[in-house]
């Protein structure tokens, strides 16, 4: 240990800090690879940890790689490296003076002196070094023992926020507190003022445990929690989605439409060379005595496929309307001209609101406009007179409902009609595929009339069902 | 380490001095990466609003270092001939032409096809030399001879397969030739990279990059950039005028007014021999800083508030 100068052991606490730093970034959803890493570390060699904004800005130049990155970083940055509140010594002495000298480090040992107010029976737990390292605030004593028992206790295995206490109750053994309990057990009757006391330190220690397990956690297992939560959400029946947890769904929803765009943005550029134009590859040939050196090719000229969703907002199917028509707004840079209908009773078009206001309140209009009892005949007649016409083979129309017409006339005719000119015609049914056909549910009819019918009820399936439309393939 | 490269821009403070002498006002933030660009070797992407200074930070970048400056603009459909290097077709063809009867002396008395065409290696790859190559952007940065500096201005409008075409460029610094081999870097170019934000980069370009995003600047600095770029403005205008750009970009509109647009703005009201900021003046030379009517419409519809803004 004497070897290592006191330099190279710094640096390599250090970089260590760092190193934790970066797992504390990831835990924040900032990708950092083992590369920028290196980088990282790069940078705080070249910088010195001396000046922290420099340092901030030469990390934040290596790890953040986008706008939204950087507001994290930073705001991270500063959780992490927050100067560290100096509480010297000299200070708590002076507050403990007054009760008495014998708070003195020399003057432990002779704990058979009697004090002013007679036995102290605190000195019986004296020489318990948890309980010195206590009494006298001793910072960096009471940081090692923490941290070894820490280490003991395997805190960074942590992975579920549900294991904190858990993990507190390890370490606090770890350190020796029993036998801090104990006394306390056994001042409580006969000494009130000593148990008060050590119950005080006890409550302390337990304190800076809880904050180093919580640290733990969030660099270690927040990631983790959060890719468990957001799993489960993705799985769970839209209808259940109650409130608190609209935020992470948007989210999470927000995060796959940027996937699905990405992907599919990308694939219709690659493809869109086509078959070779001879007769201009001739033509351009003519400089180059005939030799074709310069080939013009022809493009492939792709429609960007439009969306019409008409979805039921009456109250059974309300909630997933509200979740398809979220989701396809989210996705508005891959498919910009979609048209959205909602009905109930009457149908009328609800695009405008949808560009206009923000998608929530846009949602509640439509609850208000056009709800009622359901009815897909007159909605069908409703939308074959407004839209039918602009129905081509570049137009996938969405229906999203339940199928349960109340026994009315579902006229199936209008939809084989609009199966007829549109490019694809995908019914999705929040119920799932056992109840189809059950009731008053018309599914198994309707079914035939569409080239694809789908239950759809999770995040992950309407995931699946956009993807599909997207790519394209019928 | 290659400070020895560019030497000026092995301090930070000195950095903003150099780039401050230069006439570019700069941040602690970019000094410190351009230091570390300078250092670590590694490219510098740069992203913000339209108008904050990103491409005049790299071109006084190689102002202050004193090397060249190679400027590459993407826009779509930008491909490795446009980009890389090409080969000089019609030199080819026209040398192929004149050297036919050359060639005849070469295959004279060659017996058959097989003697002919080796021969013919003899001569190796004549035709694919660095004579019958034209450099491109990216090629040229690479043959500097001491560095220099490469732009790659607005990335992002260019496609995403020329995205991976730069991986190459940007990582090692080299350009692979299938007839010719790989060139080395001559000596490393200072690289940056800027983009609009108009579409997200590929993570392999970013994980390659240091990363800077400028903002719209602090009042102060505003003033400090006016101030040095226009100096005939008095110091109590400059303020006044800052402030009130301020306001506008506070404003919802299309396009906020960008720091190019405030010095225009500046110069006009010098030009304009203008020596107070009032309404009327205002209300004319608006158009200067807003470039669209409803932008111009919405404006002056606060010009009282945003008047009073400027007033401090």
Redesign the interface.
């Known amino acids: 240990m004497s070897i290592d100068s006191p330099q190279t052991a710094r640096a390599a606490t250090s970089s260590d800090q760092l190193l934790a730093f970066v797992q504390y970034l990831r835990g924040k959803k900032i990708p950092v690879s083992p590369a920028d890493t290196l980088d990282a570390i790069e940078v705080a060699e070249l910088v010195g940890y001396q000046n922290r904004s420099l340092l901030k800005n030469g990390l934040a130049a290596a790890l953040a790689k986008s706008r939204h990155e950087l507001s994290v970083f930073e705001s991270a940055f500063d959780d992490y490296f927050q100067p560290i509140p100096e509480r010297p010594l000299a200070s708590v002495q002076s507050d403990i003076q007054p009760d008495g000298s014998p708070t003195d480090a020399p003057e432990q040992a002779p704990h058979t002196d009697p004090v002013a107010q007679g036995e102290d029976p605190l000195d019986g737990l004296r020489g318990n070094s948890l309980f010195d390292a206590l009494e006298s605030r001793d910072e960096s004593a009471l940081s090692v023992a923490i941290e070894t028992a820490a280490a003991e206790a395997k805190v960074e295995e942590i992975s579920l926020f549900t294991q904190r206490g858990q993990y507190v109750r390890k370490i606090l053994d770890a350190l020796g507190d029993e036998a801090l309990r104990d006394a306390a057990i056994e001042f409580e009757q006969s000494e009130p003022a000593a148990f008060e006391a050590v119950q005080a330190l006890r409550e302390q220690l337990r304190e800076r445990v809880r904050d180093r397990v919580e640290r733990a956690y969030l660099i270690h297992a927040s990631a983790a929690t959060e890719d468990l939560l957001d799993e489960s959400l993705s799985k769970l029946k839209l209808g259940n989605v109650d409130h608190s947890q609209m935020a992470r769904l948007k989210r999470l929803m927000d995060r796959m439409a940027r996937k699905l765009a990405a992907r599919h943005g990308r694939r219709r550029r690659r493809y869109r060379r086509g078959k070779l134009h001879v007769g201009e590859t001739v033509r351009r040939a003519i400089p180059t005595d005939g030799i074709p050196f310069n080939p013009r090719w022809r493009k492939i000229e792709r429609k960007r496929p439009q969306i019409m969703a008409i979805c039921d907002v009456s109250g059974s199917v309300a909630a997933y309307a509200k979740f398809l028509l979220m989701f396809l707004y989210a996705l508005q840079d891959v498919l910009p001209r979609t048209r959205s209908f909602a009905f109930s009773a009457a149908l009328g078009e609800v695009s405008d609101l949808f560009a206009t206001l923000p998608v929530e309140e846009a949602i509640e209009r439509v609850n208000f406009k056009y709800g009622g009892a359901t009815d897909y005949g007159r909605a069908l007649q409703d939308f074959s007179e407004l839209a039918l016409a602009e129905v081509n083979s570049a137009t996938t129309v969405i229906v999203l409902g339940d199928a349960r017409n109340n026994q009315a006339d579902p006229r199936l005719d209008l939809l084989g009609e609009i199966k007829a000119r549109a490019r694809q015609l995908i019914w999705l049914n929040p119920e799932s595929t056992r109840l189809w056909g059950t009731g008053d549910s018309e599914m198994l009819l309707v079914k035939r009339h569409c080239h694809l019918a789908k239950e759809c009820n999770n995040l992950n399936q309407l995931e699946r069902i956009i993807d599909k439309l997207l790519s394209d393939k019928r | 380490m290659s400070d020895t490269h560019y030497p000026a821009l092995s301090d ?1 403070d000195a950095i903003q001095q150099a780039f401050e002498s230069a006439g570019y006002i700069c941040t ?2 970019i000094a ?2 351009v ?2 660009a300078a ?2 070797e ?1 490219p ?2 740069i ?1 913000g609003p339209p108008g904050v200074g990103k491409t005049e930070l790299a071109k006084t970048c190689a102002m202050v270092v004193d090397r060249p400056l190679v400027r590459l603009q993407c826009y779509e459909g930008l491909d490795e001939s446009k980009a890389l290097y090409e080969w000089k ?2 030199k080819q ?1 026209l040398y192929t032409q004149l050297l036919k009867e050359q060639l005849g002396d070469v295959l004279d008395g060659a017996k058959g096809l097989t003697e002919s065409m080796e021969r013919l290696h003899q001569f190796g790859d004549v035709f694919y030399s660095e004579a019958f190559l034209e450099s491109r952007p990216l090629l040229k940065a690479m043959e500097e001879d001491n560095g220099g500096v490469l732009l790659i201005d607005e990335i992002d409008k260019a ?3 020329f995205e991976s075409l730069l991986l190459e460029v940007l990582s090692d610094f080299q350009v692979s030739i299938p007839e010719l081999g790989t060139i080395q870097a001559h000596s490393k170019p200072l690289v940056f990279l800027t983009s609009n ?1 108009t579409r ?1 980069l590929s ?1 392999a370009l ?2 390659r ?5 400028i903002p719209f600047p602090s009042v102060e600095l505003e003033a400090r950039i006016v101030a040095s770029r226009v100096p005939d403005l008095a110091q109590s205008m400059t303020d006044q005028l800052v402030r009130f750009v301020h306001a506008i970009r506070s404003l919802d509109l299309k396009k906020a007014p960008a720091i190019s647009e405030t010095v225009d703005w500046a110069k006009s009201l010098v030009l304009l021999h203008a020596n107070d900021l009032d309404g009327s003046l205002v209300q004319d030379t608006l158009n200067v800083l807003l470039k669209y009517e409803e932008d111009i419409q919405i404006a002056e519809g606060q010009l009282p508030k945003l008047m009073a803004a400027a007033a401090g």
């Open positions: 930070i602690t933030r410190t990466v230091r570390l250092a670590l590694k510098v992407l992203e077709y019609g063809l496609d995403f397969e934000d997200d993570d970013k994980r990059c240091l990363h800077l995003h």
